[in-house]
């Protein structure tokens, strides 16, 4: 198949390379340094081509000459506006591994949606852990109780970060925490709301606190669940400091804390080595309620957030350079299907409560 890996020089973007050249695929490999992206290149046996994200004529290049792009190019605050334009000009399919919010309400507004249906493609980010494993189980659960009213979902494991994710979370240090409350996007303090949560297997139950998770956006478009919150475990003092920090979001709002913060982040964040990613699950779960009390549970682990953040990208490229009927703005379920996650490997099955 004919499709890019743009940010290929990153952690995600490296590691998805790698996986696709130890199946033997021939991605082409893109990214805006070049002494670094022929580095990955030369070691893979790929072809590479040099794009910066701000160069709009070599990413129109890049997507006229291949039928599938997979940005991995974070924080996708900077990159997928401009990657997501190329693709609709240039008619490729667009995915990435975003979790941020904004880049999934972007991407919903009518101009990107009817666009992209236009040029016959799928937009489709959060084709990563963030967030094809939630997205997929809060479909499941739709499916289960369609009278849903609300929908709470949460996730436990590994907290080691990639510089791109660390770099996202720095951002979202000056946005503060969201929740869906009656179908609309609703600002508020992290960790604003709070509950005991059984995540099952190893995790067991914990405090947990809610975070601005991508899903809070993503579910809606896939359920249409007008109440939506996501939590993590949390302690109790980290949930009030947390709050806390909603106060301080003009602060860390500001370029010179932003650059400063980044800069070490730099210096000082590497991602899991492949041992941490094979030792290491994640645990998912779910509940939706209906306005009569009737409710519907479920969990489930997978493998690390970066390999399944390998291997969902991956089987949603193939998807799509093999040719699909569909086009516009989609949430990986509804692209791919709820039951998806469940096809990809060592995921568990869903144990219903």
Same mark, same amino acid.
């Given at each position: 198949?004919?499709?890019?890996?743009?940010?290929?020089?990153?952690?995600?973007?490296?590691?998805?390379?790698?996986?696709?050249?130890?199946?033997?695929?021939?991605?082409? #490999?893109?990214?805006?340094?070049?002494?670094? #992206?022929?580095?990955?290149?030369?070691?893979?046996?790929?072809?590479?081509?040099?794009?910066?994200?701000?160069?709009?004529?070599?990413?129109?290049?890049?997507?006229?000459?291949?039928?599938?792009?997979?940005?991995?190019?974070?924080?996708?605050?900077?990159?997928?506006?401009?990657?997501?334009?190329?693709?609709?000009?240039?008619?490729?399919?667009?995915?990435?591994?975003?979790?941020?919010?904004?880049? *999934?309400?972007?991407?919903? $507004?009518?101009?990107?949606?009817?666009?992209?249906?236009?040029?016959?493609?799928?937009?489709?980010?959060?084709?990563?852990?963030?967030?094809?494993?939630?997205?997929?189980?809060?479909?499941?659960?739709?499916?289960?109780?369609?009278?849903?009213?609300?929908?709470?979902?949460? *996730?436990?494991?590994? +907290?080691? #970060?990639?510089?791109?994710?660390? +770099?996202?979370?720095? !951002?979202?240090?000056?946005?503060?925490?969201?929740?869906?409350?009656?179908?609309?996007?609703?600002?508020?303090?992290?960790?604003?709301?709070?509950? !005991?949560?059984?995540?099952?297997?190893?995790?067991?139950?914990? *405090?947990?606190? $809610?975070?601005?998770?991508?899903?809070?956006?993503?579910?809606?478009?896939?359920?249409?669940?007008?109440?939506?919150?996501?939590?993590?475990?949390?302690?109790?003092?980290?949930?009030?400091?947390?709050? @806390?920090?909603?106060?301080?979001?003009?602060?860390?709002?500001?370029?010179?804390?932003?650059?400063?913060?980044?800069?070490?982040?730099?210096?000082?964040?590497?991602?899991?080595?492949?041992?941490?990613?094979?030792?290491?699950?994640?645990?998912?779960? @779910?509940?939706?309620?209906?306005?009569?009390?009737?409710?519907?549970?479920?969990?489930?682990?997978?493998?690390? @957030?970066?390999?399944? $953040?390998?291997?969902?990208?991956?089987?949603?490229? !193939?998807?799509?350079?093999?040719?699909?009927?569909?086009?516009?703005?989609? $949430?990986?379920?509804?692209?791919?299907?709820?039951?998806?996650?469940?096809?990809?490997?060592?995921?568990?099955?869903?144990?219903?409560?």
């Amino acid at each position: 198949m004919s499709w890019v890996i743009y940010g290929a020089t990153g952690y995600s973007g490296g590691l998805l390379a790698e996986r696709a050249a130890k199946a033997g695929l021939k991605p082409l #490999l893109s990214a805006r340094n070049e002494e670094k #992206l022929k580095q990955v290149a030369q070691r893979l046996g790929l072809e590479y081509q040099v794009a910066d994200v701000n160069d709009s004529a070599a990413l129109a290049k890049l997507a006229a000459n291949s039928s599938v792009i997979v940005n991995c190019a974070g924080p996708f605050s900077a990159t997928a506006k401009q990657v997501i334009a190329a693709c609709i000009s240039g008619k490729a399919h667009y995915i990435d591994i975003t979790g941020e919010m904004a880049i *999934f309400e972007y991407v919903q $507004t009518p101009e990107i949606s009817e666009a992209a249906k236009a040029a016959g493609i799928v937009v489709c980010p959060g084709a990563g852990f963030d967030v094809v494993p939630t997205d997929c189980l809060a479909a499941t659960l739709a499916q289960k109780l369609p009278s849903a009213v609300s929908l709470e979902l949460g *996730f436990a494991g590994s +907290k080691q #970060l990639s510089q791109g994710t660390a +770099k996202t979370s720095v !951002e979202g240090l000056a946005k503060g925490g969201f929740s869906r409350i009656d179908g609309e996007l609703k600002s508020e303090p992290v960790a604003q709301h709070t509950a !005991e949560i059984d995540f099952g297997g190893a995790v067991g139950k914990k *405090f947990a606190m $809610t975070i601005p998770w991508g899903d809070i956006s993503t579910a809606y478009s896939s359920t249409k669940i007008p109440n939506i919150k996501v939590f993590v475990p949390a302690s109790k003092a980290t949930a009030d400091k947390a709050r @806390g920090a909603y106060k301080l979001r003009w602060l860390f709002g500001l370029k010179l804390v932003q650059n400063f913060l980044k800069r070490r982040i730099e210096k000082t964040v590497v991602g899991p080595d492949a041992d941490a990613r094979a030792k290491a699950r994640m645990y998912l779960w @779910g509940k939706a309620m209906d306005a009569q009390g009737n409710t519907v549970e479920a969990c489930f682990s997978t493998p690390n @957030g970066y390999e399944l $953040t390998i291997t969902a990208p991956l089987a949603i490229a !193939e998807h799509l350079a093999k040719g699909v009927e569909m086009s516009g703005s989609m $949430t990986p379920s509804q692209l791919m299907g709820a039951d998806f996650v469940w096809t990809l490997p060592d995921v568990e099955a869903l144990n219903w409560r």
